[in-house]
């Protein structure tokens, strides 16, 4: 009976427990097995303990030429959709032109368009005008799917935008320059900033889009599916581990920032009564 | 009728000194008009504030007052008219480049900065060297009683904090005149009224000319050198405080800045008027009506006196009617008395004593109520009902007691 109630009571726990193990289980292996010590050419049995793959990492010439691709085209392709999102944004929501409404609904498209489609559909697109794939097809390719993910991060943030505050940056002496470099930026940095990191991950595990545009550049996700064929080496759970932690880091950064600018909106509510003030940051 | 909207203000300087800035801050609108697509928010006003004033403009909520402020501050272009500040046309002269400062009604601190670098942030715009930045940001703090949190963001901060921050932010700068929009209106009862007193104090020091918005009657009253009382994107009436209130110019200011007792009346002969059903009352203002004009007699509700309705007739006016309901306000108790179908007039009776309060006649008593000529002030209809036929986009037009706030 008593082990009844307790099952009830921790019910919700229970279910949360295993829904996140089932989650978290894939991952976990493979950061398990990069310290498998494996016989052969597959990484599926748990043979032993070592080090080796961890001393050196970097040993297998493709794998980390494949990695650093990669790392080059997240990077450009992220700093890339981030600008154009960015100004993409600023200008749908606050400038009034012809088909605005419009823009708005498009820009939001690729985003329900399955991607195996977006991928062939830029294939094709580059064949007609003889582009030859390679590294630049990627990053073409790489852009165009960011972009919309960087407009409605960015976008939301500068519906909530308080344009008092850049009234009042040209009330004291500020020309528009220096209102965009002083206030606006600075404000909408969080929201940039988050762009830029989901543009980045969206780029450094896309397989499907660039499997079709790539030519003979061969990215990290295109390395692996490659090498599942003959036997993945030890090496990539070592640096797929990698990835994870620094993603891992990355998030919990943002989370722990977001947890500060909470507790001080609430400090604020707290705070003899006012709604008057603009916006949390 | 007096029409007081184009006088030169002759109060404006009331002996003040001090001025820091030493520089001359008066304002002027010539005919400005303000319209959003067909709708006119401000509508061909002219307004003279002379220097060193502390000039109110007090309206309700949507009359314009903040569009008349925005286009002063130049975040807004008249549609017609000009805006001179010092003499100078101001128009095509972007905010940025404007002698104005304003505190905002939300106060649209920096939140990414903190009090400092807020407050720093004009002068540091202007070039201002960094030791006298740094020298007048902390000056300016400690007259708003803040130096402790200057370190601090805005979001960290009171109400009344955040408020005053704003203020020293805009006042650093020694702007020839600044604008404040409702700079109160968030706050709440007790802290408004001691920011009231300390943004007078702080006026009177620094001699700036204050443009200051509001809504709220008692907080003009209060401050102003002068106050335009605004509806409906027009000055109805623009004086001093007192002016405003024992003379209201129209029956929309009479209700607007107190309760409006308003007896309907027709201008007899060049020194009489005849009040509707009541008697004819003798007043030198009588001279400003035509012969037959329809008018309004004000009498303030501190100004009545309620005797019983047999009372032998004294040689002040009165008229008679009908108690409709007595409350008790502590200090003194607020009766209305139907005089006519639809004139109600107000009246406050000091409480002396509780015996002499039980006196007093209860509701349903007919009762007489009598004043001294003296304090009795004859005002015209509001021009809203007259006007809207040739402006077309105002106002039902039937007969509008002066909404109070
Ligand atoms: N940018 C705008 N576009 C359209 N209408 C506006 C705009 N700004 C103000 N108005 C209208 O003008 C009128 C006056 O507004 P405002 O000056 O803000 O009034 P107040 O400050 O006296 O409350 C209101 O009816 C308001 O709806
Ligand atoms: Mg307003």
Redesign the interface.
Known sequence: MKAWTWLKDHAVNIIAGLALFYMLAPIAVIAVFSFNDPVGRFNFEWVGFTLDAWKNPFGITELTDALITSIQLAAISSIGSTILGTLIAIALVRYNFFGRRAANFLIVIPLATPEVVIGASLLSMFLVYGAKLGFGTLVIAHIMFSISFVVIVVRSRLIGFDRSLEEAAADLGANAITTFRKITLPLLAPAVGAALMLSFALSIDDFVISNFNSGATVTFPLYIFGANQRGIPVEVNVIATMLFAVTVIAMAAVIIQQRRAEKMAEKRADDAGTTGMSMPI | MESSLDLPPDEGDNGKTGHESGAEGSVRLEGVTKKFGSFAAVKDMDLEIANGEFFTMLGPSGCGKTTTLRMI???EQPTEGKVLIDDVDVAGQ????RP???V?????????MNLEENVA??LK??KVGKSEIKKRVAYELERVGLSREAKR????????Q??RVALA??LV?LPKVLLLDEPLG???LK?RKGLQVQLKNIQRDVGITFVYVTHDQEEALTMSDRIAVMDEGRIEQCGGPEEVYERPATTFVAGFIGVSNLLPAVAASGSEIKIDGGPTVSTPEAADFSADERCFAVVRPEKLTVSAADEAPSDRPSVDGVVESSLYLGTSTQMVVRVADDVKMTVLIPNASEAERHQLPGGGSRVKLVWEPDHMHLTSESPEESASADTADVSPDNEKEGATA
Do not use: C, E, I, V
């Not at chain 2, 905002?104 to 990414?112: D, G, K, R, V």
């Open positions: 501050a130049g975040f972007p905010a940025y480049k104005t400062n304003t905002f009604q939300s106060y649209a601190l920096f939140p990414h942030f004009g715009r202007k963001k805005p979001a960290q901060l009171s109400g009344g955040q408020q932010r805009a700068n968030a706050l709440d802290l």
